[in-house]
């Protein structure tokens, strides 16, 4: 069975601040992808990134950066220098391909306030 | 690229009324849909795998005769709730498979009186 940790239910910092949303997976998969979902106030879920099992470069966009280390089943998301429009509820999440469809394990979400 | 949309983004009804909601793909075509449901302060819960042309999945626990899934083409699935009641209210987000990506809808709100 597939399995996302998120342990951090809500993290606060100030505007500026860095700040780092870990990240733990379970999985027997041998392929597989992880993604980072943004969720704001609005409610619909935005896209950030999926990383392949096979694939651990860490990735930067901008002021986002993400760490992928398969020793520790760990894909953490770092915001550099964060701003109010940051303050979201984010989430990891884990699939592998089945073929045609690839169901979502999703973590239980870390709640993000960046605050002036 | 990859907008999903959805609608109504809100729907307030009377207890036994039937609500259908909409998710689209507006500019790919998505062969899987997915619908979730999400409680407040919570993650989503999957509740079914729309196929097009065939019949959705629906996970354990899901009414399938409650929750009606129609996915007729590749760009459009849809939801009816059969009779809503108030433990229907909820929010509902549907998603639509591209390449190995889900992408999502913006949601819909439903609360049932």
């Known amino acids: 069975a597939q399995k996302v940790t998120q342990a951090q239910t809500e993290i606060s910092v100030v505007e500026k601040e860095d700040v780092t949303l870990d990240c733990v997976y379970e999985?027997?998969?041998?392929?597989?992808?992880l993604f980072w979902y943004k969720q704001p106030p609005s409610g619909e879920l935005v896209f950030l990134i999926r990383?392949?099992?096979?694939?651990?470069q860490n990735e930067i966009s901008g002021r986002y950066s993400w760490n992928f280390q398969k020793s520790t089943s760990s894909f953490n998301f770092t915001i550099t220098a964060s701003q109010v429009v940051d303050s979201a509820v984010y989430f990891c999440?884990?699939?592998?391909?089945?073929?045609?469809?690839?169901?979502?394990?999703f973590g239980t979400g870390t709640r993000l306030q960046v605050t002036l | 690229g990859a907008v999903v949309s959805q609608h109504p983004s809100r729907v307030i009804c009377k207890s036994g009324t039937s609500v259908k909601i909409e998710c689209r793909s507006l500019?790919?075509?998505?062969?899987?849909m997915f619908w979730y449901r999400q409680f407040p302060k919570q993650s989503l819960m999957l509740m079914a795998t729309?196929?097009?042309?065939?019949?959705?999945?629906?996970e354990q626990g899901v009414e399938k005769d409650k929750f009606l899934i129609n996915h007729a083409s590749l760009t459009l699935s849809t939801l009816t709730v059969a009779s809503a009641h108030p433990e229907d209210s909820s929010f509902y987000i549907c998603?639509?498979?591209?390449?190995?990506?889900?992408?999502f809808g913006p949601g819909t709100r439903l609360l049932v009186l």
């Open positions: 998603s639509a498979q591209r390449q190995e990506t889900q992408y």
């Open positions: 999985t027997r998969d041998t392929t597989y992808y």
């Open positions: 990383r392949n099992s096979f694939d651990e």
């Open positions: 999440a884990l699939s592998s391909y089945t073929g045609t469809a690839s169901k979502l394990t």
């Open positions: 500019d790919f075509q998505a062969t899987t």
């Open positions: 729309s196929n097009e042309g065939s019949k959705a999945t629906y």
